[in-house]
């Protein structure tokens, strides 16, 4: 065993070590330092209060209070290796990587101080300036700007109120754009409530403010009161219109609405919930809750009015045509109304419907049960999709979603 104290210094090819008392253990082939040591290795300074040096390994390892600069990031650890030759950094326990327009964490790891890339598991997150991004592992490229991530994903997007959440995902900062897989969803934060879409794929692009959300085959929707289905979705944030895109069909309440395409279009300082627009071949159907028919509603396009979050209103525009079952006071059945009018407002009261106003032109008549046939009681194209509402933010995913198996995130050794 070798001491050497005051104004030590250990040079390699690679690195050179000073410290006040430095400890070589020949047998073992290692030097150690129990106080205070500062490391220059190329455009690395790395200081801690212990530390050790494997003469065969050409490696250093760092314990309590350690810290790597260069002039790229600052890394602060509680242990960590470094290998002088590729200047390449493993830690064990909590790290932060602070770049220039990020911070890294991490508690098992490496990060390459030359390739500027980096790997993180355990309690993984990178945050950007709007986003902050955790996952079960992150590996990332500066250089690319550019970042994987692998289960329980969750990306918050801090000025927008979006969160998106999957277990894989693709983050590409040059193009502000987010990729994400295996049970994707994308969260919107809208007054009190939640807005829930899941899609197989969901892609997220754009500048803060500007954002533009995508999601692809088999999306479904849900907010409380309200959700819905179709093929694909394309969210602007800029104009706030979320488009059902192919096959849509939406519920809110007991009330089923279809149509070619249905736009939701959100006040654009608000965030709120300001309308709905239903454009060809629309159809609102709700299930009769006293017997055993269906109040519908069949028009060109459908317009409805948000208050405070819910519809009130629904305007059904150009060629419409309406059935409705009336009961009196009791519950008993009066009658069926079958009625065409040009235009026919109607009114909402807790999701239910209050009241039908027929407008310009009407022409119907109210008919006794036993009057009117079964096949008179439906409107062209109808289509209840009830079994298939969705009641619960868990209710968007399919029995595949559920059963995903996620990799199992190894070591490194």
Not at 105 to 134: L, S
């Amino acid at each position: 065993m070798a001491i050497s104290r005051e104004n030590v210094l250990l040079e390699s090819n690679e690195a050179s070590l000073t410290t006040d008392t430095l400890y070589f253990d020949r047998t073992k082939q290692e030097a150690f330092f129990n106080t205070y040591g500062k490391i220059v290795s190329g455009e690395n300074t790395l200081t801690s209060n212990k530390g050790r040096y494997f003469f065969e390994k050409e490696k250093f390892q760092f314990l309590d209070n350690v810290e790597l600069i260069n002039k790229d990031a600052k890394i602060n650890s509680v242990l960590m290796d470094y290998h002088p030759k590729p200047k390449d950094v493993y830690y064990h326990g909590p790290t932060t990587i602070i770049g220039k327009d990020y911070i890294a964490y991490g508690e098992r790891g490496f990060y390459q101080t030359i390739g500027k890339t980096g790997y993180m598991i355990k309690n993984a997150r990178i945050d950007y300036r709007t986003r902050i991004i955790f996952g079960d592992s992150i590996f990332f490229d500066e250089n690319k700007e550019y970042a994987t991530i692998t289960n329980n994903i969750r990306v918050l997007d801090t000025l927008n109120n979006i969160a998106t959440q999957g277990h894989y995902g693709e983050l590409y900062k040059k193009k502000d754009s987010i990729f994400l897989i295996k049970r994707a969803v994308a969260i919107f934060l809208l007054q009190k409530d939640s807005l829930y879409i899941h899609g197989d794929r969901i892609l997220i692009t754009g500048k803060k403010k500007e954002r533009i959300i995508r999601a692809y085959n088999n999306v479904k929707i849900y907010r409380k009161g309200m959700s819905g289905k179709c093929d694909s979705i394309h969210f602007d944030e800029k104009t706030g219109i979320i488009q059902m895109i192919k096959n849509p069909v939406l519920w809110y309440g007991k009330n089923q609405i279809t149509g070619d395409s249905i736009h939701l279009v959100l006040n654009k300082t608000t965030k709120k919930m300001d309308s709905l627009k239903v454009m060809r071949n629309a159809f609102m159907v709700e299930k009769d809750t006293l017997g055993t028919g269906y109040n519908q509603t069949m028009g060109k396009d459908i317009y409805g009015l948000f208050k405070d979050g819910e519809i009130y209103q629904i305007d059904v525009k150009k060629n419409s045509e309406a059935i409705y079952y009336l009961y009196d006071e009791a519950s008993k059945l009066i009658g069926i109304n079958k009625t065409i009018s040009n235009d026919i407002k109607v009114d909402l009261v807790d999701k239910k419907l209050e009241q039908i106003t027929f407008l310009i032109k009407p022409k119907g008549n109210i008919f006794p049960e036993k009057d009117l046939p079964e096949n008179a009681r439906k409107l062209k194209n109808f289509n209840w999709r009830g079994e298939e509402m969705i009641y619960s933010k868990e209710g968007i995913f399919d029995e595949d979603d559920r059963n995903i198996t996620l990799p199992k995130i190894e070591g490194i050794d």
